[in-house]
């Protein structure tokens, strides 16, 4: 049986006070177990980018649980919470965040050096994950000379230099055409084959199409889910609008 990475229970966040409080995650359990896929699908404004980034510790819940590989997310500190961040968790975000002025290459090393990793296997490794994301040859393009499709699939390989228990992607193909989105979604079948453990969160069906295990979100909670097994898992030549 698969072990369980990460697990909420309860998991909460409100905004404001009084009349003008807003559940924007409410009481949600969660448990995504080594090499899942999990997609989380909803409309704009119904928390799951909030969930996202509670899960990746990058906001604090107001009650409940986050359990990540036997870590209390919810209970640690600002420090101990950044190393992990550092070293168990990949982010991948629709706006790519890549550092306009670093190289593609230099943009994958950066997360390896501030883990503390020397310049040589800092180097080594982005280039062993470019070529993985199919871009050994534009390694040392600056952002601005890349397409948005492969402006992505940098932050990918970014997300990956650290050898994430979890990768994190918030709308990852919320910026790009259909033959970008096609391109990552390839991307993520092939790091899923490899064994990652993917948390997507999308509105687009298409994305969720390609996963083990489909929840439906709105306002705040979870209202439905699916298990995408055998044929029900989407086949990316087949998806509808990604081609032609």
Known sequence: MSETVIQTRRLSKAFGRGEGLVRAVDEVDL????????????PSGCGKSTLLHMLGGLERP???????????????????????????????????????????????????????????????????L????????????????????????????RALSNDPLVVLADEPTGNLDSAATLEVLRLFDRLHEAGQTLVIVTHDPRVAATADRLISMRDGAFVDE?????????????????EG
């Open 31 to 42: 448990a995504v177990c080594t090499g899942e896929t999990v997609a989380v699908m909803g």
């Open 62 to 128: 107001s009650a409940g649980e986050i359990v990540l590989a036997g870590n209390r997310l919810d209970q640690m500190g600002e420090r101990a919470l950044a190393r992990l961040r550092r070293t168990a968790i990949g982010f991948v975000f629709q706006a790519f965040h890549l550092i306009d002025e670093l190289t593609a290459r230099e943009n994958v090393e950066l997360p390896a050096l501030l883990a503390g990793r020397s310049p040589r296997t800092a180097k080594g490794q982005a280039a062993d």
């Open 130 to 157: 470019l070529e993985r994301v199919g871009l050994a040859d534009r390694a040392t393009f600056l952002p601005a000379a890349l397409s948005g499709g492969q402006r992505q699939r940098v932050a990918i390989a």
């Open 226 to 242: 699916t298990r995408m097994t055998g044929g029900t898992r989407g086949n990316l030549g087949a998806l509808a609008g990604l």
